[in-house]
């Protein structure tokens, strides 16, 4: 396994992986177009692009055998300031794996990595939301000292998701 920066000619293919662990996930929650819509938008290869080449989000990437199979993505400004009293808030925006790399310890690797750069960088808490169903992931984030913040909601088209809002002072 190769953990690596993002570079702008890793965009197709981390759109391609964004859009398929998306769906694995939880594609079975929206409509055709509600999906459609949101992949056309957040994991369109010019999106992705935009993000890499600007200077709000860092991406690690995980690669095996020459193909992308896990990421994780960090942004600040944290889109979720407004709920929390810390300073200098980072935001873990996606962690990601293929359902084929998933129990392998990668995400573990990833979310070191996180909260290293977190570090690294003067942040005093990394904030991130997840599904109020996913249960495994929950876990994930408690056992590194993430606690529930508040009841969010994510947008998919004209769908939303109940949240939870985790935040973890550093």
């Known amino acids: 396994m190769i953990y690596r920066p993002a570079t702008l000619d890793d965009a197709p293919a981390l759109a391609a992986l964004g859009a398929e662990t998306f769906i ?45 199979v896990a990421f994780c993505k960090l942004r600040f400004p944290s889109s979720f300031t407004a709920y929390s009293d810390a300073a200098k808030p980072l935001e873990l925006g996606q962690l990601y794996a293929l359902p084929t790399h998933t129990g392998h310890g990668i995400g573990a690797k990833l979310m070191d990595w996180a909260l290293a750069h977190a570090r690294e960088h003067g942040h005093d808490a990394i904030l991130l939301s997840v599904y109020a169903e996913n249960f495994g992931a929950q876990r994930f984030y408690q056992r590194y000292g993430f606690g529930k913040l508040a009841d969010i ?14 935040e973890l002072k550093l």
């Open 24 to 68: 694995a996930a939880f594609g079975h929650l929206y409509s055709k177009e509600n999906l459609e819509g949101f992949l056309a938008e957040v994991h369109a290869p010019e999106a992705v692009a935009g993000e890499i080449a600007g200077g709000t989000c860092t991406h690690r990437l995980v690669e095996q055998d020459g193909k992308l």
């Open 153 to 166: 909601t994510f947008k998919v088209g004209d769908h939303y998701d109940p949240e939870y809002l985790y």
